[in-house]
């Protein structure tokens, strides 16, 4: 069965001050790594979409790499409005649709 | 673009009621999948329709059922509710592989 983990959990920052949120993950035949941001009530934003290891994307202060484990998402210099749920998800191939959440980590960042 | 959209945004209902909920996906997306978020966790599947027709299904019971209109937007019903089914319930839409998610429905069962 498809796993995700994501750690930490919880992570505070102070504005400025660049970190990583990791997420390793187990499934057969990776057709994608996803990262969403969530905001309190509200549903997912996408943000990126992984296809190999080795791959990386970068959006504004993010930056997504991938291996053959794990995913990390690299935040640089955060501002305070950074602040939300990271979400993982992974895409088995084949005949297979669905996305595979992990619990996600939230970060808070302080200004 | 308006993006995916749901309705109702919060809902409340008693146990044993049955509820309707319903999304239409983004434009040019022709398939909906449908989430269930409880407090603290991520997000889980329960169903994808694609041409009108349930594609997979995730470890929900029967309770939970769905439909695809002609226009792709879709439903999600769920009978005899529990409390336990109290979440945000999520519709995503798709084309090929990336997924966009709606702003959710906020359902409390009492």
């Known amino acids: 069965e498809d796993q995700v983990t994501q750690s930490p959990e919880a992570l505070r920052l102070q504005e400025g001050e660049s970190s990583s949120l990791n997420c390793s993950y187990t499934?057969?035949?990776?057709?994608?790594l996803f990262w969403y941001r969530q905001d309190p009530g509200k549903g997912p934003e996408f943000l990126f979409t992984l296809y190999s290891a080795g791959e990386e994307k970068e959006k504004e202060r993010l930056k997504a790499t991938l291996t053959k484990k794990e995913s990390f998402l690299h935040i640089t210099a955060p501002k305070p409005e950074d602040s939300a749920t990271y979400l993982c998800?992974?895409?088995?191939?084949?005949?297979?649709?669905?996305?595979?959440f992990g619990k996600g980590t939230l970060l808070t960042v302080n200004p | 673009d308006a993006g995916v959209t749901q309705s109702p945004t919060h809902l409340i209902k008693t146990r044993g009621q049955q509820v309707t909920l319903r999304c239409s996906p983004k434009s040019g997306h022709d398939t909906v999948s449908w989430y269930q978020q409880a407090l603290g966790q991520g997000p889980q599947f329960i169903f994808q329709y694609y041409e009108e027709e349930e594609r997979q299904r995730g470890n929900f019971p029967d309770r939970f059922s769905g439909h695809q209109f002609p226009n792709y937007s879709s439903e999600l019903n769920v009978n005899a509710l529990l409390l336990g089914d109290s979440a945000l319930y999520l519709c995503a839409s798709s084309l090929n592989t990336e997924a966009f998610f709606g702003q959710g429905t906020r359902l409390t069962v009492v």
């Open positions: 499934v057969s035949g990776l057709r994608g």
């Open positions: 998800a992974v895409q088995r191939g084949g005949s297979n649709y669905k996305l595979t």
